[in-house]
């Protein structure tokens, strides 16, 4: 059993910047084999991937409309991973859950991760 826990929301202007924060607990958590994700979900919307980070190799994946602005990392002495959220826009606004699962291949398909966090709230506004 694992279980996450984000913190680090909030309200933020256009522009501005949030640094999400995800801890892991539970003995069944894989350094080896476990990839951690961001995912969100606005109101009236389908959840969408934001970001993923394999925990042995650090090998990082963003979606398209992240890149260049949002920038995942994981802390392995603490088993947390940060998702650092720059040049804010409004469509990021959303609720924002973090999520691990064991060899997972296709790190942007939600169905692939097995646990999930409660979600913390993003708001950017304009």
């Known amino acids: 059993q694992v279980r996450l826990v984000e913190s680090g929301g909030g309200l933020v202007q256009v522009g501005g910047s949030l640094s999400l924060n995800c801890e892991v607990f539970?003995?069944?958590?894989?350094?080896?084999?476990?990839?951690v994700g961001w995912f969100r979900q606005a109101p009236g919307k389908e959840r969408e991937f934001v970001a993923a980070?394999?925990?042995?190799?650090?090998?990082?994946t963003y979606a398209d409309s992240v890149k260049g602005r949002f920038t995942i990392s994981r802390d392995n002495s603490k088993l947390t991973v940060d998702l650092q959220m720059n040049s804010l826009k409004p469509e990021d606004t959303a609720i924002y859950f973090c999520a691990t699962g064991r060899n997972i291949v296709s790190t942007m398909v939600d169905s692939e991760y097995d646990y999930w966090g409660q979600g913390t709230q993003v708001t950017v506004s304009s």
């Open positions: 539970g003995r069944t958590f894989n350094r080896y084999r476990n990839t």
């Open positions: 980070i394999t925990w042995y190799s650090g090998t990082t």
